[in-house]
């Protein structure tokens, strides 16, 4: 067998949600596909690589391992084992970027633990960042927007220099506004619909209260480089974890695809655009299962970092549509980010002006990830709540993705996960 050996880059995850009870894959018709999105500018061969040499590749490391760590805590809650958990670790970790920078002492020294910065400096750690979304943002083939802003209350002041770095950094976008009143949250709720493209048209049903806001957007939408024909889609069996089975929309083709296996599973590469993003699904044999498939995942990744090979694949990949919302403290808290959630210990002077005292109250985070044989529509908010107090044809390879199975929205050039997760129960 021919094969023509491709290399990938290191792992990065962009933005996390979990299911949360009630959500559910919905099936029909992508309502993002059809959106009129900005021109996106594309980065030429040349820049493109003189950016890659800047991207700090153990902050990639750093936000994947953040990722995998926090979807581990999320499955290991019973409320949300038993479901899809599907997260977007690059939003979470951008919004949380923003409140670091008002920390200091334990509660940084904290926080860079947990999100895998230690021993790293806040310029660097923002000059990283800064690099790496100027990556994502720019060619492809799709539409990649990220988009970040703070809002605070007028009565509270906040340092100029901490307004400062994340206007310059991130491209925050900082708001005065009553965040005890209604008008309040329709102007956030406003701002998230505009972000996303109206893929999540509201963060909060009630005022958010407290004394600041810290949001990051992001939003994908990008066409497969070769789309699945709606007449070949069938409904199959799924089978769910417990071994009974549902009805799903199953999306056929046969190509060549970038594809791995190992002893207990197949991972296949689907890609959008230009190539450069893709749809990475890791499936489980059914020899194995989801959970053993889960804590290899956990545990290490190296497997679907090497090479892949081009294969021809008789590919077979769910319909879906899937839409949920989770709060974040617990799990961030069971990863050792102790201190910025206690009152009494937080300690966010680089933000608060004035002996004012600051905390992380809430940390709420939505995505919607819709699939479909024209591409995959993607967005994701996180708000952190600051509370003060081809290759050679061959005989193609069957893979039906009708059993549990994870996923990633993957960049090819930084290794970035844009959106991961796991997909139990469509």
């Known amino acids: 067998m021919r094969k023509i050996k491709i290399l990938t880059g290191l792992c990065l995850l962009i933005g996390l949600t979990a299911c949360?009870?009630?959500s559910e894959i919905q099936w029909g018709e992508p309502q993002g596909i059809v959106h009129k999105q900005p021109k996106v500018k594309e980065l030429s061969a040349q820049e493109r690589k003189e950016v890659l040499t800047k991207i700090d590749t153990g902050m990639v490391e750093a936000q994947n391992d953040f990722g995998l760590r926090l979807h581990q805590a999320l499955s290991n809650n019973p409320e949300y084992s038993n479901g899809n958990l599907i997260i977007s670790p690059y939003s979470i970790t951008q919004a949380l970027a923003l409140a670091y920078n008002g920390t200091a002492g334990g509660t940084a020294a904290e926080m860079s633990d947990v999100l895998g910065w230690k021993g790293m400096s806040v310029a660097d750690i923002n000059d990283g960042n800064r690099q790496l979304r100027s990556l994502l943002e720019n060619g492809g083939g799709v539409v990649l927007n990220v988009a970040n802003?703070?809002?605070?209350?007028?009565?509270?002041?906040?340092k100029k220099s901490y307004l400062q770095t994340v206007k310059d950094s991130y491209r925050a976008e900082v708001k005065e506004a009553d965040l005890l009143h209604v008008d309040a949250m329709d102007a956030i709720n406003q701002w998230v619909n505009d972000k996303t493209s109206g893929m999540i048209p509201s963060i909060y049903d009630k005022p958010p209260g407290g004394v600041a806001v810290l949001i990051n957007a992001i939003y994908f939408n990008g066409g497969?480089?070769?789309?699945?024909?709606?007449?070949?889609?069938?409904?199959e069996e799924f089978t769910l974890s417990d071994g009974t089975t549902q009805k799903t929309p199953m999306m056929k083709r046969e190509g060549p695809y970038s594809y791995k296996e190992g002893k207990s599973w197949q991972a296949v590469r689907i890609p959008y655009g230009d190539g450069r993003m893709h749809m990475l699904v890791i499936l489980p044999k059914e020899s194995s299962s989801m959970d053993e498939l889960q804590q290899q995942l956990w545990k290490d990744t190296s497997a679907w970092k090497g090479d892949f090979s081009h294969e021809t694949i008789q590919l077979?990949?769910?319909?879906?549509k899937v839409e949920q919302t989770?709060?974040?403290?617990?799990?961030?808290?069971?990863?050792?980010m102790m201190k910025a959630f206690n009152r009494n210990e937080?300690?966010?002077s680089a933000m608060a002006a004035g002996g004012e005292k600051f905390w992380i109250d809430k940390v709420k985070h939505k995505t919607v990830v819709d699939v479909s044989e024209k591409g995959t529509v993607a967005a994701a908010i996180t708000a952190?709540?600051?509370?003060?107090?081809a290759a050679?044809?061959?005989?193609?390879?069957?893979?039906?993705?009708?059993?549990?199975?994870?996923?990633?929205?993957?960049d090819r050039d930084t290794g970035a996960w844009l959106f991961m997760g796991s997909v139990l129960k469509p």
């Open 316 to 320: 077979g990949l769910p319909k879906f």
């Open 392 to 410: 050679q044809p061959t005989e193609p390879i069957a893979m039906n993705i009708n059993r549990p199975f994870f996923f990633a929205i993957e």
């Open 149 to 158: 802003s703070v809002w605070h209350t007028e009565d509270i002041e906040m």
């Open 346 to 348: 937080a300690d966010f």
């Open 20 to 22: 949360a009870p009630g």
């Open 224 to 235: 497969w480089m070769d789309e699945f024909d709606p007449a070949n889609t069938v409904d």
């Open 326 to 336: 989770f709060e974040l403290p617990d799990a961030l808290q069971s990863l050792g």
């Open 384 to 389: 952190v709540g600051i509370e003060s107090g």
